[in-house]
């Protein structure tokens, strides 16, 4: 018998994969960054990203599915995004760190987005995906002053 909760149980898997790839990206810049401030900061996000991970992951099975492997199936676009971010930051460059965060969290915020659009996504997944959302969004604006702050 089919889950009747299968398209919202797919699109937080899909979510999965983002904030997972996040969580690394985040550890990546964290460990690649000398600026103290940018490197706790970041440590944070990646804290925060696995959170996530967790809250989803929970939600799927409280739906009565069964969550994705966080290290796996990763989607291409936002994957593709943090490996050309995770390759910039052998050099330790500060600014490049922090525009490929930056674009990191853009993608993140308008996959999240999408989601929030679909009409199967309700209840308390809509709160929860509404909450991470706000979260990646307040990331976004730290980051963006660690940018235009140097």
Not at 18 to 44: C, L, M, P, T, V
Request: charged letters at 30%.
């Amino acid at each position: 018998m089919d889950n009747p909760n299968k398209n919202t149980i797919d699109k937080l898997n899909d979510l999965i994969a983002i904030a997972a790839d996040g969580r690394e990206g985040y550890e990546n810049a964290a460990e690649n960054i000398e600026d103290h401030g940018a490197k706790a900061s970041f440590r944070q996000f990646s804290q925060e990203r696995a959170s996530y991970v967790n809250q989803l992951q929970q939600e799927i099975i409280g739906l009565n599915g069964k969550p994705k492997d966080s290290d796996g199936d990763v989607q291409g676009a936002l994957h593709r995004a943090w490996l050309e971010i995770k390759s910039t930051f052998t050099g330790g460059d500060r600014e490049a760190i922090v525009n490929g965060c930056i674009t990191g969290e853009e993608s993140a915020i308008e996959s999240y987005e999408k989601a929030l659009e679909k009409e199967y996504i309700s209840g308390s997944t809509r709160s929860l995906l509404n909450e991470q959302l706000s979260g990646i969004k307040n990331a976004l604006n730290v980051i963006k002053s660690y940018r235009d702050n140097p």
